[in-house]
Structures are given as structure tokens and as C-alpha cells.
């Protein structure tokens, strides 16, 4: 690291899933820092769970219909975080589709998105600031 370059400081959460949402919601292209992808899936398990706690402690089915319209919602945007964090370690983004293979390829893809990224620039981009 050079001396005359500040250091960045780290992606919050908010700022993770605002750029997630707002900046990036079906953006396949581009790199996605770790800090990005894995705040943006704390923060989609989070809704998710509380939408399911309150399903089963109240049974109402406002809780059950929240929960699915909100996982409708960030599947686009889900997708792109992951392809770009797939991007980021140097692997193409249709590797996503590992997934599809019985826990091996989830324990795959969940080892390749907690790998550190590429440290300069591949054929995706260049790394991302935070």
C-alpha cells in the first residue's frame, strides 16, 4: 500500500445493502467486495428469519405473504451480488449455478465468495474500493 493513499474504511451494513439496492439492484457486471456480498445476505436472512418468527408465533398469514413478497423482491438483486462476488475471485459468474449440485456445490460456492478477491484488476474489472 502506498503512504500517500488513505486507507478506505470498511463497508457498513447499511452502506453494503444500499448499494446492493439502489446502485447495483440487477448489475451482472463489476466486481462485489466480500463486505458487500456477505452484509447483503446478513441482511436478506434477517428479514427473512423475522418474517418467519412472526409467522409462527402469530400464524398470520400477513407475516407468511411479507416474507415471500420480500424473497420475490431481492432474487434479481441476490443474483447480481453473487455473480459480481463470483466476478471478484476471478471465476465467471455462471459458476453461480453450482449451487444446483447437492451441498457440495453450495459448500463450493459459499468457500469461493469467502475467498479474498483478486488483489488488481482481472477481465471483470477492477477491485472494488471497500
Known amino acids: 500500500m502506498d503512504y500517500m493513499t488513505p486507507p478506505t474504511a470498511p463497508l457498513t451494513f447499511q452502506q453494503a445493502v444500499q448499494k446492493v439496492l439502489k446502485n447495483n439492484y440487477a448489475n451482472f457486471n463489476g ?3 466480500r463486505a458487500e456480498f456477505w452484509w447483503f445476505i446478513l441482511f436478506t436472512f434477517a428479514v427473512g428469519a423475522v418474517c418467519a418468527l412472526l ?3 402469530t400464524d398470520w398469514t ?3 405473504l411479507v416474507g415471500s ?3 420475490l423482491a431481492v432474487i434479481v438483486p441476490t443474483l447480481a451480488v453473487s ?3 463470483l466476478h471478484d475471485t476471478g471465476r465467471a459468474g455462471g ?3 453450482i449451487n444446483f449440485v447437492p451441498v457440495a456445490g453450495a ?7 469467502a475467498q479474498q478477491g483478486e488483489s488488481g484488476p482481472n477481465r471483470f474489472g477492477v477491485p472494488p474500493v471497500a
Open 31 to 33: 466486481r462485489a467486495s
Open 55 to 57: 409467522y409462527a408465533i
Open 62 to 64: 400477513f407475516f407468511s
Open 69 to 71: 413478497l420480500f424473497n
Open 83 to 85: 455473480w459480481r462476488r
Open 95 to 97: 459458476w453461480w449455478f
Open 107 to 113: 459448500v463450493i460456492f459459499i468457500i469461493w465468495c
